[in-house]
Structures are given as structure tokens and as C-alpha cells.
């Protein structure tokens, strides 16, 4: 059993396809997926290789690094090899590059409708498991001058502070605003709660002089616009 495990082990492996060597000598783009996970991973089970485990990792999200993302660290303890370090490693590492994506200069955008805000809001709020409250600071063009998160919450609500909102809206020179929160639970409708909060954030800016053009509520795959249902 001992000599039969043993071929599954990359160092037996000629050196220019183990993942680590591969790496140095050709940069990190000449690298597969599975094999960029197996680096992360280190080793393996008994019964194969860390690339081989990683490819079977990838087959059960799809073969797509943005659902392997949203994998938690229980589920990917489900696979035989992959102990909480391992998983703890993997999902770290997504999230890193999560954050890098983020980072990328690009073109600040305009929001001419609630989709656009929506393109925006989604990566941020879409996959999250709790509530997060966030505004889209815009100019008189409606070009986003920056995007804050105000508060996070629990699974059923978060709390916000009418005096940061406007704060952060000063710092900004913002002329308008976009609230925006998730649901975790994937319900698109607004709770009553949510409408006072937004009629008392209008309020508000109506004496700070800060307009507020919508409030998104973004679930992973759709969202629901107060200004499109007539809310405001």
C-alpha cells in the first residue's frame, strides 16, 4: 500500500511539472488553476496528488474560481486531504484575490440607472452571508466619487448612523447619494425598516442639501430599486 501511495506524491514527479519548480522557471501564469491550488494545499491525500485533488476541488465548484470563492471553509474540509489549515489557506488566498480585483484602477463609473448601480454594488454586497449598509457618493454628473460601507450587521439587519452618511458625504464634496444593503436571505422586498430608514435619510438630506437618488437592495443574482418602484 506504502509503494502504491507513493506515486501519487509530486516529488516523485519529473521537476519541470511540479507546480512549485514550474512556477519559478516559467512565472506564475504558466500554471493551471489546479496546479496554483495545489502550491496553496501543499500535499495531497493517501490516494492522490495535491494537483489531483485540486483539479477534483475545481470539478465540484464548476471548474470556476468564483464559486470555489464561496465555498466555506466546512465545505471544503469535506474533501479527503483537506484539513482546516488547508481550507483556511484556500480561502484566504480567494479572498486576497478578491481584494487585488478590487484594487485595479478603472474608470469611475456613471450610474444612469439602477442597473448601473447594481454592477457596481453586487461584487461588493452579493455573496455576503450577513448585512452590510454601503452608499455610492456621486457628483452632479452622477460619476462615483467613492463607495463607503456605513455599518455591518447580523444575518437580519444592521444599524446606521444618519451623521457618518452625511460625514462621509461632506468629505466626498458629494452632491448625491445611493444607499444600498444586502439580504442574505435572497428576499428582494424592503421591510418597513428599510423604509423609514431611507425617508430618514431624504429627510436628512434635504437640509445637508445631499439628494439621494435610490436605495438597492442587492441579493447574489438580482436587486430592487426603491426609485424604480416609485419609493422615493
Not at 418597513?192 to 438597492?216: F, N, P, S, W, Y
Given at each position: 500500500m506504502t509503494q502504491e501511495s507513493n506515486t501519487f506524491s509530486i516529488k516523485n514527479w519529473s521537476e519541470n511539472d511540479r507546480p512549485r519548480e514550474k512556477l519559478v522557471a516559467n512565472g506564475s501564469a504558466a500554471l493551471s488553476d489546479a496546479e496554483l491550488i495545489a502550491i496553496l494545499i501543499g500535499s495531497g491525500s493517501r490516494d492522490m496528488s495535491a494537483v489531483e485533488l485540486s483539479r477534483l476541488i475545481l470539478n465540484h465548484a464548476g471548474n470556476s474560481l468564483d464559486k470555489l470563492g464561496r465555498l466555506s471553509v466546512k465545505e471544503l474540509m469535506k474533501f479527503k486531504g483537506i484539513g482546516e489549515a488547508k481550507a483556511i489557506t484556500i480561502t484566504a488566498a480567494m479572498e486576497l484575490g478578491k481584494r487585488r480585483a478590487s484594487e485595479l484602477p478603472t474608470a469611475k463609473p456613471v450610474i444612469t440607472c439602477s442597473d448601473d448601480a447594481f454592477k457596481v454594488l453586487q461584487p461588493i454586497l452579493g455573496d455576503l452571508p450577513h448585512e452590510e449598509f454601503w452608499i455610492l457618493y456621486v457628483n452632479n454628473s452622477h460619476k462615483v466619487l467613492a463607495k463607503h460601507q456605513i455599518s455591518r450587521g447580523g444575518f437580519t439587519g444592521t444599524m446606521v448612523d444618519t451623521r457618518i452618511v452625511f460625514q462621509k458625504a461632506v468629505e466626498e464634496a458629494a452632491v448625491a447619494m445611493i444607499l444600498a444593503h444586502n439580504h442574505p436571505?435572497?428576499?428582494?422586498?424592503?421591510?418597513?425598516?428599510?423604509?423609514?430608514?431611507?425617508?430618514?435619510?431624504?429627510?436628512?438630506?434635504?437640509?445637508?442639501?445631499?439628494?439621494?437618488?435610490?436605495?438597492?437592495?442587492?441579493?447574489r443574482d438580482s436587486f430592487y430599486s426603491f426609485a424604480d418602484h416609485n419609493l422615493l
Open positions: 436571505s435572497g428576499k428582494l422586498m424592503p421591510s418597513m425598516d428599510d423604509k423609514r430608514l431611507t425617508q430618514k435619510l431624504i429627510e436628512a438630506g434635504r437640509i445637508m442639501d445631499v439628494k439621494v437618488l435610490d436605495h438597492i437592495i442587492v441579493t
